[in-house]
């Protein structure tokens, strides 16, 4: 079975300050991971994913995220963040081939103006 | 841009009243999902389902659930008797290709309130 650990449930940052949100996860087998965004009354929306190949994966709206599989992380990363970031970010992991994602607790991004 | 299309957006029920949710997967998707996520809690796997049968489903998905194909578009989600831990919003995804490179694209949920 795999897990995935947020270390942070709130990141409050200053509007164009970078960012990095935290995953960990735990697999005896090949993983795929995510993130997800969800905006407020919204559905899960996927920034990106790492399925194989080069570790560091660039995703949507400036976003991106390194493999590491000796430290067991994927962090998410933004080099300068807006105020329309502010959402709740959710790292998902599966064995290859599945896609029954175990979902860490989210981390709830505040933008600062 | 096609979506994932989620009714009701807010349920609320009796403990032991039956629910249904519906979603609508995008059209061409061929692979169908159903999450939850209870109040302050993890997004939990339920149920995945392809060519008209369950593929996968988690301990969550017990005799009390079921999920059904019923025409060409909709996918549904029943709970049988429903409890108040049951009191979550559920998401549906669908995903249009095998092996490993599809997206599971979500909808924006159904909250469901058990009283």
């Known amino acids: 079975a795999q897990s995935v650990t947020q270390l942070d449930s709130q990141v409050p940052v200053f509007e164009e300050a970078p960012v990095e949100l935290r995953c960990n996860y735990s697999?005896?087998?090949?993983?795929?991971l995510f993130w997800y965004v969800q905006y407020p009354n919204q559905g899960l929306q996927l920034l990106l994913k790492?399925?194989?190949?080069?570790?560091l994966v660039k995703g949507i709206n400036g976003f991106e995220a390194e493999f590491n599989k000796s430290q067991t992380s994927f962090h998410l990363r933004k080099p300068s963040v807006h105020i329309s970031d502010t959402a709740e970010y959710f790292c998902?992991?599966?064995?290859?081939?599945?896609?029954?994602?175990?979902f860490g607790k989210g981390t709830k991004l505040s933008v600062i103006p | 841009e096609p979506e994932v299309t989620q009714t009701p957006s807010h349920q609320v029920t009796q403990m032991g009243q039956e629910v249904i949710l519906r979603c609508v997967p995008i059209?061409?998707?061929?692979?169908f999902y159903w999450y939850r996520q209870i109040l302050g809690q993890k997004v939990e796997f339920l149920v995945s389902?392809?060519?008209?049968?369950?593929?996968?489903k988690s301990e969550i998905f017990d005799d009390q659930f079921s999920v059904e194909r019923p025409d060409g578009s909709n996918f549904t989600l029943k709970i049988r008797s429903t409890k108040l831990e049951d009191s979550a919003m559920y998401f549906c995804?669908?995903?249009?290709?095998?092996?490993?490179?599809?997206?599971?694209?979500f909808g924006e949920g159904s909250r469901l309130t058990v009283l």
């Open positions: 790492y399925l194989s190949g080069s570790t």
């Open positions: 697999s005896s087998v090949s993983v795929y």
């Open positions: 059209s061409n998707h061929l692979y």
């Open positions: 389902f392809y060519n008209n049968e369950i593929s996968e």
């Open positions: 998902a992991v599966t064995r290859a081939g599945s896609y029954q994602l175990t």
């Open positions: 995804a669908s995903r249009r290709t095998s092996g490993g490179t599809g997206e599971l694209f």
